[in-house]
C-alpha cells in the first residue's frame, strides 16, 4: 500500500528534478501513466498495476476523498487536501505543479501489458506533466512524432509501406547505439527527415527549407537526444536501455509551500483490483497450448519448419477466437500472396499489433485450407 502523503512527496520530489533541468526529465514531454507510476516509485501488486493507484490518488484530489459518501464508506483527505480540491484534468495551474490529459487511442483498449513497446501510443491512457505547465508539447504532437520514428503511423504505413517497415526494424537498433541502426541516423528519408517534419517539437532550430543534406551532425545528435527523451517518457522504450535511468532522491521532507504541500495525517491510496491484470497474471500460469505446438528452431538459424502442422492445428481450433484472430488474418494473408509489409499494414489498418517477420514466415508454411475459420479482408 502506498499513502497520499507518500504520493505528494514523490511528486515533489520528481518537480524538483525536472525544474532542475535534469536531462532524463525533460519537463516539455508528457509522461505515460506507467512511466508515471515508476518515477513515483508506485508498485504494481499482484491483482493493482502502479498506474492505476496513481489514478486513485488524481480523484482523491478531484473529490476530497475517496469512498463515498451516501454509503457512509467516505475517507477525506488529509487536510488541507480535504477542502483544497485540485482536478489535476484541468489545464490551470495547480499548488502541487502535477497535470494530467486523458488520451483516446485508436485501439480503445487501455494499457494493461506493463511493458514498454510502440503499441502503447494506439492505446487509451493518462500521460501526465511534472513541475509548473508551461512549454508542453501537444501531446497529440507527441505520439505522432512517436510513431512515426518506430513505423507504426498508419498514414506512413498506408503511403510509405516499405519505409514504415524499416524504421519498425531500425528504431530500436538506433536508439540503443547499436551499429545496425546507423542507416536511421544518417539516411536522409530517416531522422533528417523526421528532424525538419517535427522541427517545432525541438530545442534547437532546423529551417524549414533546408537541404536534408546540410543538417550538421550536432543538430541530428541533438534531436535524437530528445527523441529518446520522448520515447522514454511515452513508456515506449525502456531506459535502462540507454543507460539513462532518472535518479530518484529521498527526502524526509516536501519541498515547496508548507502551508500547503504538508499534511497534518495521512491516509492510505488503494485502487480498485484491476480484473484485466488479475486475468493476464492467471493465463500467464496456464500452459499456452500456442506456444507449446511451436517447436525450437533449429541451431543453424532456419525456421521455415518451425510449424508441425499435425500439433498445431488441432491446438489452434482449441482456442478462443480472439486469440487466433491476428493469425487468422496472417494466414489468409500469406495465402493471397501478400508479403510481410503488406501484412503488416493490413493489421495495423485494423488495429491489430503486427507480427514479427520470423512469425509470418512460420505461417505461410501452413498449407492452404488446414484452418477452416472464415475469413475477408
Known amino acids: 500500500m502506498v499513502s497520499f502523503k507518500e504520493i505528494l512527496r514523490s511528486i515533489a520530489q520528481v518537480n524538483s528534478q525536472v525544474e532542475g533541468n535534469n536531462s532524463s526529465l525533460r ?3 508528457h509522461i505515460h501513466q506507467e512511466r508515471a507510476s515508476k518515477m513515483l516509485n508506485i508498485a504494481e501488486t499482484d491483482d493493482t498495476s502502479g498506474a492505476a493507484v496513481v489514478w486513485e490518488f488524481v480523484n482523491c484530489l478531484k473529490n476530497g476523498g475517496s469512498g ?3 454509503a457512509g464508506s467516505f475517507i ?18 495547480n499548488t502541487i505543479n502535477f497535470h494530467a490529459t486523458k488520451h483516446r487511442g485508436h485501439q480503445h483498449s487501455p494499457c494493461v501489458d506493463g511493458t514498454p513497446s510502440p503499441g502503447v501510443v494506439h492505446q487509451d491512457a493518462v500521460y501526465y506533466c511534472f513541475g509548473e505547465k508551461k512549454t508542453k508539447v501537444n501531446l497529440k504532437r507527441q ?8 513505423g507504426t503511423d498508419g498514414h506512413l504505413q498506408r503511403r510509405y509501406g516499405p519505409l514504415a517497415a524499416e524504421r519498425q526494424k531500425l528504431w530500436l537498433l538506433w536508439a540503443t547505439d547499436d551499429p545496425a541502426g546507423a542507416v536511421f541516423h544518417n539516411v536522409e528519408h530517416h531522422l533528417p527527415v523526421i528532424a525538419v517534419w517535427f522541427r517545432d517539437l525541438w530545442d534547437i532550430n532546423i529551417d524549414e527549407h533546408v537541404d536534408l543534406k546540410d ?12 527523441i529518446i527523451d520522448a520515447l522514454i517518457a511515452s513508456f515506449v522504450l525502456d531506459p535502462s536501455a540507454v543507460g539513462t535511468c532518472p535518479p530518484t532522491r529521498r527526502s524526509s521532507r516536501i519541498r515547496g509551500d508548507k502551508e500547503i504541500v504538508e499534511v497534518a495525517d495521512d491516509v492510505e491510496v488503494s485502487a480498485i483490483p484491476d480484473k484485466q491484470i488479475k486475468r493476464k497474471r492467471h493465463e500467464a500460469n496456464q500452459s499456452d497450448p500456442l506456444a507449446e505446438a511451436v517447436s525450437d528452431s533449429d541451431d543453424d538459424g532456419e525456421h521455415d519448419s518451425m510449424f508441425d502442422i499435425d500439433v498445431t492445428m488441432p491446438r489452434l481450433r482449441e482456442l478462443p477466437l480472439d486469440r487466433v484472430g491476428v493469425l487468422e488474418l496472417a494466414y489468409h494473408c500469406a495465402h493471397s500472396g501478400d508479403d510481410y509489409t503488406t501484412v503488416t499494414r ?12 520470423e512469425e509470418y514466415k512460420c505461417i505461410t508454411q501452413i498449407p492452404k485450407n488446414k484452418l477452416s475459420w472464415p475469413c475477408t479482408l
Open 76 to 93: 477525506p483527505n488529509p487536510s488541507p487536501y480535504d477542502t483544497t480540491k485540485i482536478n489535476i484534468l484541468d489545464s490551470s495551474p
Open 346 to 357: 493490413k493489421l495495423l489498418d485494423l488495429h491489430q499489433n503486427p507480427i514479427a517477420e
Open 215 to 226: 543538417i550538421t551532425q550536432t543538430q541530428l545528435s541533438s534531436v535524437k537526444r530528445e
Open 68 to 70: 463515498s459518501r451516501a
Open 27 to 29: 519537463p516539455k514531454w
Open 143 to 150: 505520439l505522432e512524432l512517436i510513431r512515426y520514428v518506430t
